[in-house]
């Protein structure tokens, strides 16, 4: 207990593992669990059935785990789970998830999370996930690996934005952005293959070649989208960096931006 500062105000009916550190000022309530080596800042507030994994780092005035925005929530018990090593900046708001929703806000390991930035009710963040200052996810949303968001971009409840994707600064996404895909603009609409992105992560020449042939057959081609996933489909037995692209074409419910 010893790196809890005598100033902290944590509850007996919180659980820190060893080697948590709680700066001064900061509220952790009933029912927090931290894993060890997470560093808690001052005045960090941190409440609810909340669940935060190893290694994690809460800046100064974030809010883990409070209530769900949302009129439809009376005050029924809901959680917030959290993996490992992500970084929560300054002014930080991540809430638990609503029983309409399932009842749980799941943010995955490895993510960033900048300055003001918000994560609403029911979402699923996966992994290496970097959301740039004052981007904003609505209720219900779901990134999947590796997206960035650019500043002061923000999703609609519901959509689904898949594995690699970038969403310009100031992009307003109201339908589903595809895995690989660079949105931009108000309303987000496609703009390219992340290519840049995909080199960073060690993609070879080739695989970005053939998903920026995938991206021009889906948004550049006119086809209809029936007829784009079925040449999809072929290619993607002998290219399966495509597959990504179809299994999440086939799960949109909010139909895709173009």
């Known amino acids: 207990m010893s ?6 105000i944590v509850s007996p009916k919180a659980e820190l593992a060893d080697g948590v550190t ?12 931290i894993g060890k080596g997470t560093w808690v ?17 809460i800046y100064q005035f974030a809010s883990i785990g409070a209530a769900p925005q949302d009129l439809k929530y009376k005050g029924e018990p809901t959680a917030l789970q959290i993996g490992d090593r992500n970084v929560f900046r300054e002014f930080t708001t991540m809430n638990r998830g609503t029983q309409q ?32 200052n004052y981007a904003t996810l609505a209720g219900h949303v779901e990134l999947g690996d590796w997206v960035i968001m650019g500043g002061y971009s923000g999703t609609h409840q519901f959509t689904k934005v898949g594995a690699h994707a970038f969403l310009g600064n100031n992009a307003a996404v109201t339908r589903d952005v595809p895995p690989y895909v660079l949105a931009v603009g108000t309303p987000a609409v496609p ?34 989208l029936e007829d784009a996933v079925a040449e999809l489909k072929v290619l993607a037995t002998s290219q399966p960096e495509l597959q990504p692209m179809l299994d999440f074409i086939a799960a949109s419910t909010r139909s895709l931006v173009r």
């Not at 790196?3 to 902290?8: L, M, Q």
């Not at 800042?41 to 780092?57: R, Y």
């Open 101 to 132: 929703g399932g009842g749980v806000t799941i943010i995955g390991s490895d993510n960033l999370f900048m300055a003001y930035t918000h994560v609403a009710h029911d979402c699923r963040v996966g992994n290496r996930v970097v959301m740039a």
């Open 191 to 224: 703009h390219s293959i992340n290519s840049e992105g995909l080199k960073r992560r060690g993609f070879t020449p080739e695989q970005i070649r053939n998903l920026k042939n995938a991206y021009r057959i889906l948004y550049r081609s006119e086809k209809k």
């Open 3 to 8: 790196g809890i500062d005598s100033r902290a």
């Open 41 to 57: 800042g001052p005045h960090a507030v941190i409440t609810g059935q909340t669940t935060i994994g190893e290694d994690n780092k």
């Open 22 to 33: 709680v700066g001064p000022f900061a509220v952790i309530e009933d029912g927090v669990r």
